[in-house]
């Protein structure tokens, strides 16, 4: 538990716990009250509707031709079924109105167990000083060509950057150029680019302890969502050489290779490697992933780390910091990025009863979810397909992933979005802590009790 996060809570957070309980007593009320006997029936109905879906789900990614089909005709159908039936009952009002209390419900009790921005939030250090010799790496086919669209390379320039474009047919090696620039009194080194280049040059950066600059000019962007930078605004990131801030973030190794994103190993992996993947990825992933998922193709993986064994996972993801646990497996955002761990997930679903298990979030049978500072990851291959920050390498085995803790000084504007509060799981015993009568005081570090707060 955090400093402010303390068993008390403030009284904003006690307030918040009780209105979600009430929320609750609502929910379930209304069932009472309209629904009667029938609401055990709708709440079963319900459950069946969503264990079907997911079961189908799985179903349609794990088989092929008619099977494939007849699996998409009953995902779609069966949240359909479930509407026609609370409807000729004339209960769908009934449904809504208590799954509205309950959305309610769940949204009072993540503020109510939100931490301190202090928190989750990286501190921020001084950028200084200024850089002399900025060097800039722009890739103007990333992303679209956002570097042209937005005119990067003059606007960088005009800030007084040195800017190198990545062109012709013939693959440029970005980390050479980088320690180029390093090699001629480049200061500073920054990306608009995708991930994967985002990653070569971090690297070279944190190798020199330079300031590294991120600039969103890839398609998707990821880690620059995670430093809390505007990906719909790329010439906003080139504030950072006038007035920005420093941030010092962790870097994911692997097998020596820097990733700042994460690694995953597995169906996506495989998928990514396919030569036919690039040019039409839904088709070539649909083809794919029956044989992945029922063990036909691919290496039998194993990870180990801290004394855990993860045995045969379909797909396995490392990444650099923890994402938050914002879905199933846990992986949406991560708030922070200089914890000086990595996440680690192994999915392992075999059946559809495996499928529909996963409903039970992070305690699956077929899901695991751990913080390590290394991990090894074996198989019965002598190399594997990776797919490093979204780029699919091929590498020797064993693999080894490690954590590099503040590794890379990165420069941001000084405004910025920033990264949203990460939403907390909702534990209802500590709720229940929270909304309950308030009687006995904090204690101090020496053990003395403190007056209670109000």
């Given amino acids: 538990m955090t400093p402010d996060s303390s068993p008390q809570g403030t009284p904003a957070q006690r307030w918040l716990a009780r209105l979600s309980f009430l929320l609750v007593g609502v929910a379930i009320v209304i069932l009472a009250v309209f629904a009667g006997l029938k609401s055990l029936t709708m709440l079963a109905v319900g459950l069946a509707a969503a264990a079907v879906s997911l079961a189908a789900a799985f179903l349609f990614l794990s088989q092929r031709g008619i099977r494939r089909w007849l699996s998409l005709v009953v995902f779609v159908l069966a949240p359909v079924a479930v509407i026609v039936v609370f409807a000729f009952r004339d209960l769908l009002w009934v449904a809504v109105a208590s799954a509205v209390a309950w959305l309610l419900a769940t949204v009072t009790a993540r503020w109510a167990l939100a931490g301190d921005p202090a928190d989750w939030r990286m501190p921020e250090h001084t950028a200084e000083p200024p850089a002399r010799h900025p060097y800039l790496i722009m890739n103007p086919k990333s992303g679209g060509g956002k570097v042209e669209k937005f005119d990067l390379k003059r606007k960088a320039e005009d800030l007084g950057a040195e ?3 990545i062109g012709g047919p013939e693959p440029v090696d970005v980390a050479h150029v980088a320690r180029e620039a390093v090699a001629q009194g480049a200061d500073l080194l920054g990306v608009a680019g995708g991930d994967g280049t985002q990653a070569l040059v971090a690297g070279v950066a944190a190798e020199h302890g330079l300031p590294f600059v991120v600039i969103t000019a890839g398609t998707r962007n990821h880690f620059a969502l995670d430093l809390g930078l505007d990906r719909e605004d790329p010439p906003a990131c080139l ?11 962790d870097l994911g190794m692997i097998n020596g290779q820097v990733f700042v994103n994460n690694a995953s190993f597995g169906a996506y992996a ?4 396919t030569p036919a993947y690039r040019g039409d990825k839904l088709k070539t992933t649909l083809d794919l992933l029956p044989d992945l998922l029922q063990g ?6 194993s990870a180990r780390a801290d004394g855990t064994e993860i045995r045969s996972p379909q797909a396995l993801l490392v990444a650099n910091n923890p994402y938050g646990t914002g879905d199933i497996a846990g992986l949406s955002r991560r708030a922070r990025l200089d914890r000086g761990v990595l996440g680690v997930v192994g999915v392992k679903v075999r059946s559809a009863r495996q499928a529909v298990d996963l409903v039970r979030g992070r305690h699956a049978t077929g899901l695991s979810v751990l913080a390590t500072k290394e991990i090894e990851i074996s198989a019965d291959a002598a190399r594997i397909p990776v797919g490093i920050d979204g780029e699919a390498v091929s590498v020797s085995t064993p693999v080894t992933c490690t954590i590099s803790p503040s590794a890379l000084r990165v420069w941001v504007p000084r405004e910025r979005p920033g990264v949203p509060a990460p939403k907390p ?3 209802w015993a500590r709720l229940r802590h929270l909304a309950g009568p308030q ?4 204690r101090n570090a020496s053990g003395e009790d403190l007056p209670p707060r109000r």
């Fill in 425 to 427: 799981p909702v534990n």
């Fill in 163 to 165: 800017v190198f474009l």
């Fill in 439 to 442: 009687i006995h005081g904090s």
């Fill in 296 to 301: 036909h193709r691919g290496a039998r993986l």
């Fill in 270 to 273: 495989e998928v990514v490697e």
């Fill in 239 to 249: 504030g950072a050489l006038s007035d920005g801030v420093e941030l010092r973030v």
